[in-house]
């Protein structure tokens, strides 16, 4: 990625303004959101300079999270991976960051696959340069060819297929749009992921593509799919209930330079990881399954008032409101204190209440495992 001192005042500028742009298609006008936005000359440059670096980070912790299924498909010797409206490759160098940080390094078999030819040659180039920087055995294969109509292409089995900011473009401006993502999806998991792969989807962390994910989650669950993460239940999304609720991960991170400076022309912040997310299975075994029975997942930010500490909590059978009161604070439950959103946690003593579930000072509280880069 280019320095922030290599631009001049105008090249910045430019640069901001296109970043901006792309901002704004993808947040407040994504009714507006072109099919092939990124064939524009500058909203790519714009992608490739302040959202691929962000947007290849969140591969990496979903990448983590599958590592902890029991059956530990990220050792294999061999891995055949799929990214299906590729990009520019973004998520494939999350893939080529995450094992190049980890002591097992498998041969990575990969194909990208995106209707923009542009995008394509610029992921054979960042993905020459993130193998080569990882040392890592990779190869790429391109193909040209939209996510709606790669049911034209031969089955072929991958242990992992990827969907990254992908999912919620299809079939935008159609009605029953929810409905035909779901054939697509429920395609893709026949026909290209192998029985022990996984399906991992990443998704803005807005309110509507959050809520339309938990749809596609529900659905996929009633085809007989088995929901590995991040829930830790096995029904129904309960967030769906109220149309007020979504499910989102935003993980602290430490922005590059450039990022920091484009936030400074453009008004815009880039100081955490927001984003919704999926792995799709085949094999039954859930998160719950992985970490013990009696996990939560905290699917909320700390809700701090005057006297008490509150949070949501998801787990096997509902959501709620979980609370400690400041003055109930001991050795047993201090863990509380410092959970955050996306962490698993588990309760010993947990008094359940009218409106929310209380801890209590005999309540002891775990933090099972938390959720990073």
Request: glycine share 6%; proline share 5%; with cysteine.
């Amino acid at each position: 990625m280019d320095r922030p001192n290599t631009k001049t005042n105008n090249e910045m500028k430019v640069l901001a303004a296109d970043v901006a742009r792309l901002s704004q298609l993808l947040t407040r006008e994504r009714d507006s959101l072109p099919a092939a936005y990124l064939k524009d000359a500058g909203l790519r440059d714009a992608y490739r300079a302040y959202f691929l670096p962000p947007n290849l980070q969140k591969m990496r912790v979903v990448l983590g999270e599958l590592g902890l299924h029991p059956a530990k498909p990220l050792d294999a010797g061999r891995l055949r991976v799929l990214d299906l409206g590729a990009g520019p490759g973004t998520a494939l160098l999350g893939v080529l960051e995450f094992f190049g940080a980890r002591e097992k390094r498998p041969v990575l078999d990969c194909t990208a696959v995106d209707r923009v030819p542009e995008n394509l040659q610029i992921a054979e180039e960042l993905f020459d340069l993130h193998r080569s920087s990882n040392r890592l055995t990779a190869s790429l294969k391109t193909i040209r060819s939209n996510v709606e109509d790669i049911v034209h292409l031969p089955a072929a089995p991958f242990d992992l297929v990827i969907l990254s900011n992908v999912l919620n473009e299809l079939f935008s401006r159609e009605g029953r749009r929810t409905e035909k993502r779901i054939i697509v999806l429920e395609d893709i998991m026949r026909r290209f992921v192998s029985e022990a792969g996984s399906c991992v989807i990443i998704e803005p962390a807005l309110r509507e593509t959050s809520r339309a994910l938990l749809e596609v989650r529900n659905a996929m669950l009633h085809a007989g799919f088995t929901i590995f993460a991040p829930c830790v239940s096995r029904g129904s999304c309960p967030a769906l209930a109220n149309p007020k609720d979504w499910c989102h991960e935003d993980l602290p991170w430490d922005a590059p330079e450039l990022l920091r400076e484009l936030d400074r022309h453009t008004g815009l912040r880039k100081d955490s990881l927001k984003f919704s997310w999926l792995i799709l299975r085949k094999d039954g075994i859930t998160f719950a399954d992985a970490l013990g029975e009696g996990v939560y997942r905290v699917v909320s930010e700390p809700l701090v008032s005057k006297g008490k500490r509150e949070l949501y909590i998801c787990g096997a059978t509902d959501r709620k409101l979980v609370a400690r009161l400041d003055k109930d604070s001991t050795a047993r439950n201090e863990a509380f204190e410092n959970l955050q959103r996306g962490d698993t946690v588990r309760f010993d003593g947990l008094v359940d209440g009218e409106k929310r579930s209380k801890v209590g000072k005999e309540t002891g509280v775990t933090i099972v495992h938390r959720l990073s880069m």
